[in-house]
């Protein structure tokens, strides 16, 4: 793999805050349809996917925590769109599929 000088804990740690932000089914869910529809408010994403409005809260905190999501506030609601990282982390996903 290379030199390991930049592979301090710290870099570990913040690697894995990202990976346990999308180790999740209805994270990759929400990180799809943000793909297809970005601008998304918390309920917009509870009603397409059919979770509960507080669910989909926890996994949207959770999305944003690792970097994965950015939320922009409107008139009446907060919107989400993916990050560049996001948009990585999907392209990565699909060579598992």
Request: net charge positive; with cysteine; glycine share 4%.
């Amino acid at each position: 793999m290379g030199d390991t000088t930049n592979n301090q804990p710290s870099n570990f740690r913040r690697l894995e805050r990202v990976v346990k932000g999308f180790a999740n089914h209805r994270r990759l869910e929400i990180l799809y349809l943000l793909h297809k529809e970005p601008e998304l408010s918390l309920e917009d994403i509870s009603e397409r996917l059919n979770i509960g409005y507080e669910n989909a809260y926890e996994h949207l905190r959770k999305l944003a925590i690792a970097g994965l999501i950015l939320k922009r506030n409107d008139a009446r609601n907060v919107r989400h769109k993916l990050t560049a990282r996001a948009e990585h982390i999907l392209t990565f996903c699909k060579t598992l599929e």
